[in-house]
């Protein structure tokens, strides 16, 4: 059975750092460009970073760069999302899935998400 499960949000203040976690089965996740996406309240869903399947390439969107680092551990068959400096818009449930490397969107290559991690930026 093919499953994502997020972890590691929680209620932190701003300028605070939190990793989420990826933990993948049924299938491993250097076959596909995996990446993070979120959803705050009222908004549509956004891509925030993804990683080529070979692990080379990564891309982010304008407002995480130079904050968020995306990361897999292969023996793990785990991807992360490293967040520092967080800001109160960066509020959201943040999911993982496949991603289109160059546009940040959902990929249908793999048509699978988990239950997303909420992360709240507050002070």
């Known amino acids: 059975q093919l499953q994502l499960v997020e972890s590691g949000g929680g209620l932190v203040q701003p300028g605070g750092s939190l990793r989420l976690s990826c933990a993948a089965s049924?299938?491993?996740?250097?076959?596909?460009?995996m990446g993070w996406f979120r959803q705050a309240p009222g908004k549509e869903r956004e891509g925030v970073s993804c990683?080529?399947?070979?692990?080379?390439?990564?891309n982010y969107v304008d407002s995480v760069k130079g904050r968020f680092t995306i990361s897999r551990d292969n023996a793990k068959n785990t991807l992360y999302l490293q967040m520092n400096s967080l800001k109160p818009e960066d509020t959201a449930v943040y999911y993982c899935s496949a991603c289109f490397i160059g546009t940040l969107a959902p990929s249908s290559y793999l048509d699978l998400w988990g239950q997303g991690t909420l992360v709240t930026v507050s002070s």
């Open positions: 049924g299938f491993t996740l250097d076959k596909y460009a």
């Open positions: 990683m080529s399947s070979s692990g080379l390439t990564t």
